[in-house]
């Protein structure tokens, strides 16, 4: 028998004070009695932490799942607690984590206090599928280095810089946090010809850029395949599905392209490209329950890859922080590429997001 799961996303203000040693001692705390109740309890789910705020996903049986919340909000550690989202979902999305843990990491602060900043922290204006999706994609982002000391390490004066990836997500934020507020998805898609119409605009965007990608010899020697990672064939396979002509889809012109001399300016493209697979299950998810039938067989954009999703993503990052160590020199331009690809999105999707927003 298929397992019923209720999904509850809220938001509530830190009531945590103390030394920064404090701090760090109190949010352990939490995640160790979370990790272990909700393992005792059969839920599963992720929290976010910064000076601020909470914000935690809990997935699992209705009554379990209400038990854990209503203890949440007796807890003196947090004030305000808003429920952003509670209903049924159509599985759970964080299954290997009876508490996954985002920190408070300087690209996660950036990108959390990026959707609290643009409602004005205001908890009643956020929404529960922005915040779900993001804690979805930063779980797996950092699922590789998720314990319970993330985001509280100080580091020495010594200490290494931090790796390619990090860096990147770091100074690509405010861009990232732009795209997202700018596409809302899955949100923005209401029907089948909206999603016909969104599968033709990002193939217009993919498209080009994948190309100009794969003119570069060295991805085989960073051990990065990249013909298995483009996103060209499923957005054609779709669109052709639905019985659109991917051939009449407009595409990005070359003056719109990101201008991406070397190799490591396409490396940090293809960061940009390999990273928005991170949010399609999310997106998937959505779309199946509120227009399923009428997308059915064309959805291998979004879902495509399926479970690989993860193992794809880790295996890219660990090429991609690799490059970093042994070619510091070149960590700049991969930051620029990512940031040229990043403003290039941007301005191609602006005037289909300001049309699709007049349309009833």
């Known amino acids: 028998m298929n397992e019923t799961v209720q999904r509850l996303i809220y938001y509530s203000r830190n009531r945590i004070s103390g030394s920064p040693g404090e701090l760090a001692d109190a949010i352990r705390n939490i995640l160790a009695a979370s990790r272990r109740n909700n393992a005792q309890m059969g839920v599963t789910g992720a929290l976010m932490f910064n000076a601020g705020c909470f914000a935690q996903v809990l997935e699992g049986p209705s009554a379990a799942v209400e038990v854990i919340f209503e203890r949440i909000q007796r807890d003196e550690r947090h004030g305000d607690a808003t429920v952003l989202g509670f209903g049924p979902a159509a599985g759970r999305s964080f299954d290997r984590w009876s508490m996954a843990f985002v920190g408070t990491s300087i690209d996660d602060v950036a990108r959390y206090d990026g959707v609290a900043t643009e409602t004005g922290y205001d908890p009643s204006r956020m929404t529960g599928g922005a915040l779900f999706g993001s804690l979805h994609r930063l779980v797996l982002e950092e699922e590789a280095a998720a314990s319970a000391n993330l985001g509280f390490v100080t ?64 991805w085989e020697a960073l051990g990065v395949a990249v013909p298995s990672r483009w996103h060209t ?20 012109q070359i003056q719109m392209v990101p201008d991406l001399p070397t190799f490591a300016h396409a490396l940090g493209a293809l960061y940009v490209l390999e990273g928005a697979t991170l949010g399609g299950s999310v997106i998937l998810r959505d779309l199946e329950a509120r227009i399923g039938s009428a997308i059915a067989g064309a959805t291998s954009f979004f879902g495509g890859r399926g479970d690989a999703v993860g193992p794809m993503w880790r295996s890219f990052q ?7 160590r042994e070619q510091p020199q070149r960590r700049p331009d991969v930051v620029i590429g990512g940031e040229r690809t990043f403003q290039a999105m941007l301005d191609w999707f602006s005037p289909f997001c300001a049309a699709a927003g007049d349309r009833p």
Do not use: K, N, Q
């Not at 016909?196 to 990002?202: D, E, K, S, V, Y």
């Not at 064939?233 to 990005?252: F, H, N, Q, T, Y």
């Not at 660990?318 to 970093?324: E, H, N, P, V």
């Open 155 to 218: 580091p020495s004066p010594a200490a290494a810089p931090p790796s390619l990836s990090c860096l990147l997500r770091a100074r690509t934020a405010p861009l990232h946090r732009r795209i997202e507020a700018l596409l809302r998805l899955p949100g923005a898609v209401r029907d089948r010809d909206g999603y016909i119409a969104w599968l033709g605009r990002i193939l217009g965007c993919y498209e080009p850029l994948e190309r100009s990608l794969v003119l570069f010899p060295e």
């Open 233 to 252: 064939r499923c957005l054609v396979s779709d669109l052709a599905g639905l019985g659109a002509e991917p051939d009449d889809v407009p595409r990005m």
């Open 318 to 324: 660990a090429a991609l922080d690799g490059f970093g």
